[in-house]
């Protein structure tokens, strides 16, 4: 017979973990029946999900029992909650740092007007941005990559403008993407298996890659047959909606473009970088920009351009221009490069390969010290671009690649990154970076056990808006996903170097600001500790979370991990937001001060005045 307090006697468990386990269970059972229909409109299981609203919220208001103080205790009342009204329809694509009336007030010279001008604070839209009507689920993966509903991103100027280039085709209720491109009509396929005869993409040791100027990303798309994750980054310009259409397709992509401030992203971080056709003046500011491919480029790693003025000779007159002009471009490229000490590994048609070199010790003609890059390398955050070169890390040997030997993926996802290991990293160890790992693998089985289609390939686009050492993305890692790790500007640690060695991807951003993306772009979000770390008034809780709400899907989740007393004023805010909310202890217990609060976005479009789907 069992004793008292048995975990086999049933009769010994609090009505209090009944409650609360029942509530999980209706929770998360209707949730994964609404979410895996994959309709996302007249869907009577929606409906149902609305009318059933009282079971998945009710009994929220319990007590932790962590030692009596407000602290541990979980406000949960509606007196408090405030309603915040949908935006008029005229802002569904809304992109406040990428607003196109705004960008038209700055300089055109270097691309300035294309770059992140966020509006003051008086200017911010403190509403929530509706979906279109007849707003669907986006298609799962890989089904995704070649078809995205025509009611989510309605634009079909692009299926005009690049008819011929394969991009995109519009047929019936649905966009179709063939796989093309500007210089791939016959393929990304085809096109990316003829880098891979130079590049290294099928052992593993080619993994993350930058897409400068990507159009719908069609590269991005087809480089995951390889395993390689792509940033791809195109301007908000008058190609209407390509980023959007990038990450409907469940491929990785940000509003950016080259122009006078540096990129978003560490020294080091890509094994390839890639630009096809992509209107990229790389000769000129005396090779700025190239300087910038150098910087994010990891030592040994490979550029790929395409088009434009590569076999200038052949092509001269299908691009209607000068060949003089063409051969004078194609020179000064050849010549940054050589000043980079950049190798010419290949040039066939209208496609040229370049590699880093491992470190400086081969570089003889790498230029003068006078002319290398002195302040922090690492510090990009609307920094000006500088005509200058970033110096390689120190090496012991004439062999020894500078950052640290290259490892296959997905072998480098849990080894110690160079970084850690060289001690670049104050206050990261060996130790409790894997310590991180282990912490983070608990982490997510416990999200898994709460969520049970946390891994079903519901989820495709997924964003860590505080991602510490990269442990969430590794622990959730699977091919059905990606995520976008932010590294916040006011971290304590920057550990996006880090991520990158890891063979994932991320990006610098301040929470302060909207993110560079398009509205309804992102399947789940996951914030732990965000709103601890901005906890100091520099700015409002509530335009982050409508920031949160703008990116995120219809129908999509977020999983906040912070403080009970941080987490009580966030759920109050996203009472109001048309988010359906549950609170869940620490998997390791009650006692503990921090908590987690499960939240999925409901469903209603431009128009509606509730949240029920259409019938």
């Known amino acids: 017979m069992a004793t008292k307090g048995n975990s086999g006697d049933r009769k010994s468990r609090s009505p209090l973990a ?292 590569i076999n200038w000779k052949t092509d001269f007159k299908g691009w209607q221009r000068p060949i003089k002009e063409l051969e004078a471009e194609q020179n000064k490229i050849e010549d940054i490069a050589k000043s980079l000490c950049w190798e010419k590994k290949h040039e066939q048609g209208e496609t040229a390969i370049w590699q880093k070199r491992i470190n400086d010790h081969s570089c003889s003609e790498r230029v003068t010290q006078s002319t290398m890059c002195s302040k922090n390398e690492e510090n990009v955050w609307y920094e000006k671009m500088e005509t200058c070169i970033t110096p390689y890390p120190e090496t012991s040997g004439q062999d020894k690649a500078a950052g640290g030997a290259w490892k296959p993926f997905p072998e480098r996802l849990n080894a110690v990154p160079f970084r850690i290991s060289s001690g670049s990293v104050p206050g990261v160890s060996e130790e409790t970076y894997l310590e991180d790992n282990r912490l983070w693998k608990k982490h997510v089985n416990a999200y898994k056990r709460v969520n049970k289609i946390l891994d079903s390939g519901r989820y495709r686009n997924i964003m860590d808006m505080n991602a510490g050492l990269g442990g969430f993305a590794a622990a959730i890692d699977s091919p059905k996903l990606w995520v976008m790790n932010v590294m916040p500007t006011i971290a304590e640690k920057d550990t996006l170097g880090v991520i990158y060695e890891r063979g994932l991807i991320g990006i610098y951003h301040d929470w302060c600001e909207a993110f560079s993306t398009y509205p309804r772009t992102y399947d789940l979000i996951h914030a732990n500790g965000v709103f601890s770390l901005y906890n100091d008034n520099r700015c409002n809780t509530v335009d982050i979370l409508l920031e949160m709400d703008r990116i995120l899907r219809p129908e999509g989740a977020v999983i906040f991990r912070d403080q009970a007393d941080v987490l009580n004023k966030v759920n109050k805010i996203v009472k109001g937001m048309r988010w359906n909310t549950k609170w869940v202890d620490h998997e390791d217990g009650p006692l503990l001060s921090e908590k987690i609060l499960f939240v999925v976005k409901q469903y209603w479009v431009a128009g509606d005045n509730s949240t029920e789907s259409p019938q």
Not at 237 to 259: K, N
Not at 292 to 308: A, I, K, N, Q
């Open 18 to 309: 009944l409650i609360i386990v029942i509530g999980l269970c209706c929770f998360f059972y209707i949730l994964g029946a609404w979410q895996r229909s994959g309709f996302g409109k007249g869907d009577t299981i929606a409906i149902e999900v609305s009318k059933n609203a009282e079971c998945i919220l009710n009994n929220l208001n319990y007590e932790t029992h962590s030692g009596g103080d407000d602290d541990g205790k979980i406000d949960d009342s509606e007196s408090t909650v405030q309603e915040i009204k949908p935006c008029e329809d005229r802002f569904i694509d809304y992109t406040p740092c990428q607003d196109q009336m705004r960008a038209m007030t700055f300089p055109r010279e270097n691309m300035n007007y294309r770059e992140r001008h966020c509006p003051p604070q008086e200017e911010k839209l403190r509403c929530l941005i509706p979906a279109p009507k007849g707003y669907s689920t986006p298609f799962s993966w890989p089904k995704s990559r070649d078809y995205v509903p025509y009611a989510n991103a309605p634009y079909k100027s692009l299926t005009v403008e690049k008819a011929i280039q394969n991009w995109i085709q519009y047929e019936g209720n649905v966009f179709r993407f063939p796989g093309g491109g500007t210089q791939f009509p016959h393929g990304a396929d085809t096109y990316i298996n003829e880098l891979a005869s130079v590049i290294p993409m099928d052992s593993g040791m080619v993994r993350t890659a930058l897409d400068t100027g990507c159009g719908v990303a069609s590269w991005g798309a087809y480089l995951f047959k390889k395993n390689v994750v792509a940033m791809s980054f195109a301007p908000r310009d008058s190609h209407e909606a390509q980023v959007q259409f990038a990450l409907e397709r469940g491929v990785p992509a940000v509003i950016g473009v080259l122009g006078t401030v540096k990129l978003p992203y560490p020294s080091r971080s890509f094994d390839m970088a890639h630009c096809s056709r992509c209107l990229i003046p790389w000769g000129a500011n005396d090779g700025m920009y190239m300087m910038e491919v150098d910087r994010v480029l990891r030592p040994g790693g490979y550029w790929v351009l395409s088009g434009p003025p």
